[in-house]
Every structure is written in structure tokens, then in C-alpha cells.
């Protein structure tokens, strides 16, 4: 890969990571939400699950427009996990950002407040969960939102480096096809 690749490459991943990051943020707000309203948690969960695809879409118009065509399965890996290093840095900005001056502890409240309920803990108590779960919740208080977005940041990178596998060999194209 020549320094004008790499440039392209990384030019192109960093654009397909805010695109990313959007979508990873719009997850997060359905998911908040959807603490409360279980069809936009729903609505949460399946746009996290289209993220393999969203991510394989942009590699594909990479490959048709960047590369006229053509990547090979080490430069569609590398875009993947820079797209979703890219995705993940701004993703996790925006979490600290909301967990530090936008949450005010409305998240552990709404956790708390379905663990408190008469089902919940009915149920809790059968399963000898109670102790378990009170102390989950001073765990989550206790964590600073540097914590949230770092573990999250971790979490996509990761995330990143399993899926680049899968979607660069389904996206890889060593010929033009007629």
C-alpha cells in the first residue's frame, strides 16, 4: 500500500466512523428511552445488530468508488477496524458527554426503579438475587462516565477487530466484475 493509499483509506474510515458514530448514537438515545418504552428498546437493539451490515455497505462503496472496484482482504480489514476505531473514539466521547452533564443519574434511576418493583422483587427473591442486584446498583453509581465511554471505547475496538474478519471476506473483490 503506497502513503496515497493509506491516506485514502484513512480519509474514507474516518468519514464511515462518524457515519458510525451516529448510528451507534442513535442506538444509545433509543436505548435510554427504551428504558422505559420497550419498542424503542427494540428499535435500540436492531439498529445495533445492523452495524455488521452498515459497516460492510461502506466498505462496498469504498471498494466500488475509492478502489474502483478492487480490495483485498488485508486493506478491507484495515478499513474496517479503522472504521470502527473511528466510531468508537467519537461514540465514546458522546457517552462521557452524556453521562457527565446530561444523565444526572436518570439511567440508574429507571434500574432501580424496575428492580424495586413487587414482580421484580418477588422474582428476585425466589432466584436469591436481591443482595446481587442492590449491590450491581452501587456498583453502576459508583462508576464515573470516563469509566462508561472507556469501557464502551474498548468494547467497539474490540468489536471491530472480530467483525473486520468476516465483513472484509465478504466484501474482498481481487477482480472486476463484468
Known sequence: MTPA??????????????LLALL???????????????LLGLAAVMLMLYTPVFVGERLGKFRDYGREGLISFRRGYAYTVFVFFYGGVLFAIAQYLYFAFMDNGFLLSQFSRLVTTQEARQMLQEYGMTAMVEESLEQM????PIDYALNMLTVNISLGLVLGVPISLVMQRSSNKS
Open 5 to 18: 493509499e493509506y491516506v485514502q483509506l484513512k480519509a474514507f474510515a474516518r468519514q464511515d466512523g462518524a
Open 141 to 144: 453509581a459508583s462508576i464515573r
Open 24 to 38: 451507534w448514537g442513535a442506538a444509545f438515545a433509543l436505548y435510554i428511552i427504551g428504558v422505559s418504552n420497550q
